[in-house]
């Protein structure tokens, strides 16, 4: 045999035993991977047994308090789940997939092409919705979704069963991370969550994660589909040239998909329930209104804007508000003649810089103004008849039924949620910092306490983050509240108030300086269908107008109305000037039969100007000292504390003054639209409106305070943070 036949066979013997090695060690290792998964399945089923709570109703003994475990209705179907998700994953594991080239290639395709459907039933699954009830379009746009992760994963993957596999843990990774953060705040996991997810990890140790059956069970239906997709034969790897062109197919996908779902109203009729978004999760799927909740922070630049075009608009209106500032002869701006400071130079508390306490009431509103009613006795006679030291009217605000945040940050910063998305909540979606407001300007200027109060939890809405953006020194919730009245479930009015008196009377222990603090209630929180033991019916509905849920809601008007009385007598003995402002953040929603009944016609064919008959609530501010009486004061709450602040010529924030110009062409405006100074309906896209050009500049302004932090415009906001 010649030399050179010699060394073929020893190459051909080398790399025989080299093929042989490497079929060795992938035998181990797709050995070692079937004993690691038997092993999950055998711990997901020991796991089930040790957590009876799982399958077993837990009774505790009134008497011994010992606890027990009896049958439950669901004890039968949720052992039968654990015996088949981890009976089918050891048989997947070991079961060898022996059928025939032509049928394995077929199934395949099949089960590739399904994946996005177990994904979605992974989702709803932990969800816990009745997907089977969607409507057929809100079914087609969870899988169009769905299946646009699926063809990115096979995209970029180059293989079905790979992107079947990527889009099926994708979905169970976004269904246990909705589930978590929705069990540690309260809110289920939206867009604008994924802006904070760093300061999220670097907490994370701090919570405690607790697996439900159900929770448990959405990891073990995933094992089960990934077990499945990764015993099936695949087809062969692609060419290069194969490869760029589903990429390039890929892109061209990408952007028709993020432009109808983005930029058209494709979706945006689906409703987002901003406060409790994990119920809209389950009205509509977790895929859709995840990708529905990305226009929430997708706030549109004003034609033309730029850093130098806001810095114009400044100056343009800053000139007009500076010189009614310079010029400012109203009799209270006239008689302060007290020095504002004391000679260590603290603040005084003067009637020019009285003690100031907000409040908030929540879903506190006047129906009898929507529409006329018949109704044994006055719902709220202590305000209805409150003259003296008042000023008083109508604010219109920019939500109905709910999201009670947006009118606090109306309130507090001036703004309008009028150039805003919507449906959005600013505190959860572009507040991120310190942010100019009140609560900086009177805590610059001298005052304390600079207290936040509401009396539930303090994760809803963000509120824990964004009242420290805000500048509160201290946010007062539920838990520190010691044995207080409930009405309902909820904390009173009445007890909100002892708590604003209490730390009022604390503060003024070790200082004189003045005292401000914001409220917000929560006695007055819907639903009003329910029946309740504790509730007083002292309000009863004509005949004509009977409704369990308008009953309910008055009666509780009724009691914060008598709360609201008890706090201002309290207010009345304090020798310090104190002023209170008090308002309802939005209307009630209470039944469309109701207001359907009182406006004279069905809610759905309402005009837009009718609409906004349903976004007012009633203001006041009262002093205990000698002011200027106004009734019938028509605003939105964007202008209420420069409108208050003007009428008792108290100092403001210089964009505050701004807005007064503001006001004089546009008295009233929210996201519904605005009423011009000719008394006229207009909708904020009105572009022939004839104050155009002052919405437009409102608009420019507030961008560059909302979204262009590193150029804000100078002299309206530095000296308040």
Not at 163 to 175: D, H, N, P, Y
Not at 358 to 383: C, H, K, R
Not at 406 to 413: A, D, S
Not at 658 to 668: A, G, R
Request: glycine content about 6%; charged content about 20%; aromatic content about 16%.
């Amino acid at each position: 045999m010649s030399k050179a036949t010699n060394e073929v066979l020893r190459e051909a013997n080398s790399s025989d035993v080299s093929s042989r090695k490497r079929e060795k060690r992938k035998k181990y290792f797709i050995l070692a991977l079937q004993i690691l998964a038997s092993l999950f399945f055998l711990f997901l089923f020991a796991y089930f047994l040790r957590n009876k709570g799982f399958y077993l109703k837990k009774v505790t003994d009134q008497e011994t308090g010992a606890i027990a475990y009896k049958t439950a209705k669901k004890t039968f179907g949720r052992i039968c789940t654990a015996v088949s998700v981890s009976g089918l994953g050891i048989l997947l594991c070991w079961i060898p997939n022996k059928l025939g080239e032509k049928v394995n290639k077929i199934v395949y395709i099949v089960s590739c092409l399904l994946s996005p459907v177990i994904a979605f039933l992974i989702l709803e699954y932990l969800n816990e919705s009745e997907w089977w009830a969607f409507k057929p379009f809100i079914l087609a746009m969870n899988f169009i979704i769905l299946y646009f992760v699926f063809f990115t994963f096979t995209a970029i993957f180059g293989s079905m069963k790979r992107g079947s596999i990527g889009t099926i843990l994708l979905a169970c990774a976004f269904a246990l991370t909705n589930h978590f953060v929705y069990q540690f705040r309260g809110i289920a996991f939206m867009a604008s969550d994924i802006k904070i997810a760093g300061t999220a990890l670097g907490v994370i140790d701090n919570f405690d994660f607790t697996f439900s059956f159900i929770c448990t069970y959405t990891i073990g239906f995933t094992a089960l589909a990934v077990t499945y997709f990764a015993r099936l034969k695949g087809t062969a790897g692609l060419t290069l040239k194969k490869y760029v062109l589903r990429l390039a197919l890929w892109a061209a996908s990408c952007a028709v998909f993020i432009y109808s779902f983005m930029y058209t109203d494709l979706i945006r009729g689906v409703y987002f329930k901003t406060f409790h978004p994990h119920i809209t999760y389950q009205r509509y799927g977790q895929a859709l209104i995840f990708v529905r909740s990305f226009h929430m922070i997708m706030a549109e630049k004003p034609d033309g804007y730029n850093y130098t075009l806001a810095q114009e608009v400044s100056e343009k209106r800053s000139g007009q508000a500076d010189l009614q500032a310079d010029t400012m002869t109203s009799e209270v701006a006239t008689d302060l003649t007290d020095d504002a400071y004391k000679s260590d130079g603290t603040l005084k508390t003067t009637e020019k810089n009285p003690n100031i306490l907000i409040v908030m009431d929540e879903a506190f509103s006047d129906l009898g103004t929507v529409g006329e009613f018949d109704v044994n006795q006055d719902y709220m006679p202590f305000i209805h008849n409150l003259t003296e030291n008042t000023i008083k009217g109508t604010t219109y605000v920019s939500v109905f039924g709910g999201r009670t945040a947006n009118t606090e940050y109306e309130l507090l910063t001036g703004n309008t949620m009028a150039f805003l998305p919507d449906g959005t909540t600013t505190y959860q979606f572009f507040l991120k910092k310190d942010y100019p407001n009140l609560v900086h300007y009177l805590k610059n200027k001298g005052y304390q306490g600079i207290n936040a109060i509401h009396p539930y939890y303090r994760g809803g809405y963000n509120r824990v983050n964004v009242y420290q953006y805000f500048g509160f020194e201290n946010f007062y919730d539920i838990a520190d509240f010691d044995n207080p009245e409930t009405l309902r479930k909820y904390i009173t009015d009445a007890s909100t108030y002892d708590k604003m008196i209490e730390l009022y009377e604390e503060a003024k222990k070790t200082s004189d300086a003045p005292y401000f603090s914001f409220c917000v209630t929560m006695q007055n929180h819907s639903s009003f269908a329910r029946t309740y033991k504790d509730m007083p019916h002292d309000i009863v509905l004509g005949e004509d107008y009977q409704d369990a849920t308008a009953d309910q809601y008055l009666n509780l008007i009724k009691v914060s109305d008598s709360a609201l009385e008890e706090l201002i007598d309290y207010f009345k003995g304090v020798d310090e000037p104190t002023l209170i402002i008090f308002f309802g953040d939005h209307q009630p929603q209470v039944s469309n039969a109701f207001y359907d009944k009182i406006m004279g016609k069905k809610q759905d064919e309402l005009t837009d100007e009718e609409v906004m008959e349903k976004y007012k609530t009633p203001f006041l501010a009262w002093a205990n000292y000698d002011i200027e009486e106004k009734d019938n004061v028509t605003i939105s709450t964007n202008y209420m504390i420069s409108t208050i602040f003007d009428e008792l010529g108290l100092d403001m924030p210089r964009y505050n003054r701004l807005l007064l110009e503001f006001q004089k062409e546009i008295p009233v405006l929210t996201a519904v639209g605005y009423r011009g100074a000719d008394g006229k309906y207009y909708s904020v896209d009105d572009e022939e409106s004839p104050y155009i050009d002052t919405l437009q500049d409102y608009e420019i302004l507030q961008y560059n305070e909302l979204f262009d932090r590193k150029k804000w415009v100078s002299g309206l906001y530095e000296d308040e943070l």
